[in-house]
């Protein structure tokens, strides 16, 4: 009995840990090299970063019946002590690739609220994880494409290009930002 309290007592302290260092995805802030809390594991090699990101999404069933959007229930987060980055001569452009993944994230977290917003039947039914697995399994591969394309944030004209892309995509999906109410279609 006492080992299982302690470890809820554990779980909770390394969930509100967690909760502390996490970011909520803004267009008017970006990361800084003091948003990389956990210690890189440099090997002497090469500079590297790891910024790790999620998309969560959490739904009331009262909320979820009266909503007519789930904008609100879709957050994309950085989380600080997950992520680290290797001091040097390349952390600028390192930080920007990290930026990067993390406006990628943004994008896939909006076409999820659409996505949801589209099925909302699906939603309803409680079947949001295979609209959330698909999406995943979609930008999966488009993230790979951006790293590859872009070599790692090292080609310029890449970089700049995919920059452009994600930036384009946001704006597309504006009416799907966190705080935004999409323009109800007429029938």
Not at 84 to 94: A, E, H, M, N, P
Not at 148 to 162: A, C, L, P, S, Y
Request: charged share 30%; proline share 1%.
């Amino acid at each position: 009995m006492i080992n299982r309290i302690l470890l809820v007592v554990f779980s909770i302290g390394f969930i509100n840990s967690l909760e502390e260092t996490k970011i909520e995805w803004s267009e008017n802030s970006k990361l800084t090299i003091e948003d990389f809390q956990s210690k890189a594991p440099n090997t002497g090699t090469m500079q590297t970063v790891q910024g790790h990101t999620t998309i969560e999404y959490q739904f009331n069933n009262y909320e979820l019946m009266a909503s007519r959007n789930f904008n609100k229930d879709v957050t994309c987060y950085f989380y600080r002590s997950a992520s680290w980055i290797d001091s040097g001569q390349d952390t600028d452009r390192l930080l920007r690739y990290a930026q990067t993944i993390f406006d990628m994230n943004e994008w896939q977290a909006r076409e999820l609220r659409k996505r949801f917003r589209e099925n909302r039947s699906q939603v309803l039914a409680g079947k949001q994880s295979e609209l959330y697995e698909q999406l995943t399994t979609e930008f999966a591969g488009i993230q790979s494409q951006y790293s590859k394309d872009t070599d790692f944030g090292r080609i310029e004209e890449k970089q700049v290009e995919w920059e452009n892309k994600i930036k384009n995509s946001l704006v597309d999906l504006a009416d799907y930002c966190k705080l935004c109410k999409p323009v109800r279609k007429k029938k």
